[in-house]
């Protein structure tokens, strides 16, 4: 099986460094297409084909990945239509805010199966949560590009009309966590820490709490009720953050990346 990813960007190039550890495609069965040389200099070099030609890429996989800006996807998607083969391809759309609806009707009878994706760039990591929408794809296509995504992390099946909240829950989210590291990386130096010092401490309490969760099952306000004692410091902290309006702030926050 064939994969192509047109786009090498931010978005784009994080997934073909994910597809590039994994072991679902060989390297040589992997394309990418970009109009950037130097961008695409970087992806030779770990193996995969490259090309500035998106309808080659389209032509010669059995899976199409178009992984561009938004405002670009129709341009695309009209570039390569003449060459999309619905019987044997699959297209993965990767762009927020375009609907299936526009893309079916930018392709007519020459859209392969579809399935709107939305993972985040954790993905070249291999720990991406991706919001997978099938569109009008089977069974077996499904579960094809469920298999493909979950070994670059976890997956979530879901509606399109929940894809804008995946998006800021996951894509957008992880922007969010990396705030909350750095918030709490400065007030480790405040306490005394060195800033290397910090990052490692914080990095690692929260691979601690993510483990817990994940083993234990137990819900979060459980879990810190583990860890709060009478008149503690937990509690203290704990307070004064909500005093601040912590929790506040990042139900706002998910909530705006809607509006």
């Known amino acids: 099986m064939k994969i192509s990813v047109i786009g090498a960007g931010a978005m784009g190039g994080t ?11 060989k390297n040589e069965d992997i394309t990418v297409a970009d109009p950037n040389k130097q961008t695409l200099q970087k992806f030779r070099k770990m193996g995969v084909n490259v090309t500035e030609d998106n309808i ?14 938004p405002w670009l996807v129709e341009v695309v998607l009209r570039q390569i239509k003449d060459v999309l083969a619905p019987q044997r391809q699959i297209l993965v759309v990767v762009a927020a805010g375009v609907p299936s609806s526009s893309i079916e009707e930018w392709l007519g ?15 070249a990591q291999m720990a991406s949560m991706t919001f997978i929408a099938p569109i009008t794809a089977s069974e077996k296509a499904i579960k094809i590009i469920v298999d493909i995504y979950n070994e670059m992390g976890g997956t979530l099946i ?21 705030r909350y590291i750095r918030a709490s990386s400065e007030g480790a130096v405040e306490l005394g820490f060195k800033a290397d010092e910090a990052k490692q401490v914080v990095l690692q309490t929260l ?5 817990l969760l994940t083993a234990t099952g137990l819900h979060p306000e459980a879990a810190i009720d583990l860890v709060t004692t009478p008149q503690g410091v937990t509690i203290k902290g704990l307070n004064e953050m909500e005093h ?5 702030a990042v139900i706002r926050g998910l909530k705006a990346g809607l509006k």
């Not at 691979?207 to 483990?211: H, K, L, T, V």
């Open 207 to 211: 691979r601690g709490a993510i483990e």
């Open 158 to 178: 879901t509606d399109e009309a929940h894809l804008a909240a995946g998006t800021t829950l996951a894509s957008c989210g992880i922007a969010y966590a990396m």
């Open 109 to 123: 009878l020459s859209c392969p199966p579809l399935l709107l994706v939305i993972p985040n760039i954790a993905i």
């Open 56 to 69: 080659e890429a389209a032509e010669k996989s059995d899976i199409v990945c178009v992984v561009v800006k």
């Open 15 to 25: 997934t073909v460094e994910g597809l590039v550890k994994g072991n679902y495609f």
């Open 244 to 248: 601040a309006g912590f929790s506040s």
